[in-house]
């Protein structure tokens, strides 16, 4: 009998990343099974692959059982060709990834945008549990999105949909006018801004010391002045970036996670800070932090499928 002839008696969830790919089991009930991590065969596209086959291969070997597979990748798939798009490892872009995964599988994959699933994982049994407009934030080396209606993933027709990091910081001072470049190729994406990666360069430019994020959050966390002016910086442009979000499509919650997500003051100062910028005034969104941090992405790809019973 056919994979595909056999109805899945578990979750397999997989977060192919830049570096990495770790891949997870999981039943009904969200209940870890199995869990395994192995490094991202860089720049070989069928290696990738093959990679990915082998882990589903281990989870179901060592559970006994079938899985559902999906996948959170750093792009998108293109409405119109199908091809992969928008994917910092660049090897993936312009190729079928999801059917070459279903055909190597011999079972349908599902594929979303690893935001996406950050967002469906927080939205189905994380912070957000429960609230039907979820918008998810990872905030890391760069600045993702993603967007979970009622649990599933929504990507819009032109499947960008969450991709709030290369939208433009709002209201810019003269100073944050025009903005660095990004690598999309424009100017002052909040990318540039809110990132990891740009609160280690704010830091720089306006202190005059080389420090990564972590170094930043861990100095602020202690206290640090100069971190908190730095800190304070990244605070009002995450409130400026969430503020269009709110007035576009008004979430019930904003989750947060990535690196920066660890930056606890961000959960007592961001909310207050909204209302300043919100249209009309008022903004009672709540921000909160996710409840499974590094690990949501891989339980996302897990829940794209529906409950089997």
Request: charged share 25%.
């Amino acid at each position: 009998m056919a994979a595909s002839d056999v109805k899945p008696e578990m979750r397999i969830g997989i977060d192919l990343g830049g570096t990495k790919i770790e891949a997870l089991a999981i039943d009904n009930d969200g209940q870890e099974l199995a869990r395994y991590r192995i490094d991202t065969p860089r720049g070989e596209y069928q290696g990738t692959i093959d990679a990915m086959v082998g882990l589903v291969r281990r989870l179901e070997k060592e559970t006994g059982l079938i899985g559902s597979v999906g996948a959170g990748i750093p792009g998108s798939i293109s409405a119109k060709t199908g091809l992969v798009k928008n994917a910092n490892s660049t090897w993936l872009n312009g190729k079928p990834l999801d059917r070459d995964l279903t055909a190597a599988l011999g079972r349908e994959v599902r594929l979303s945008n690893d935001a996406n699933c950050f967002a469906v994982s927080e939205a189905t049994d994380g912070a957000a549990a429960g609230k039907h407009v979820v918008f998810g934030v990872i905030l890391g080396t760069g600045c993702g999105g993603g967007v979970a209606i009622d649990g599933r993933v929504h990507a819009g027709q032109n499947g960008v949909g969450g991709e709030w990091g290369h939208n433009q910081l709002p209201w810019p001072s003269e100073e944050e006018y025009p903005g660095p470049k990004c690598y999309c190729g424009k100017l002052g994406c909040l990318e540039m801004w809110i990132s990891g990666t740009g609160l280690a360069r704010d830091y720089k430019n306006v202190i005059g010391k080389e420090r990564t994020a972590r170094q930043i959050i861990e100095d602020f966390e202690a206290g640090d002045k100069d971190a908190a002016v730095v800190v304070d910086r990244l605070e009002d442009r995450l409130a400026r970036g969430l503020a269009n979000v709110i007035n576009i499509l008004d979430p019930d919650v904003i989750v947060i996670g990535g690196g920066v997500s660890q930056t606890k003051h961000l959960y007592e100062s961001v909310p207050k800070r909204l209302g300043k910028y919100v249209f009309g005034g008022e903004a009672d969104t709540p921000v909160v932090q996710a409840r499974f941090g590094d690990s949501s992405g891989v339980r996302g790809a897990a829940w794209l499928w529906p409950l089997v019973r």
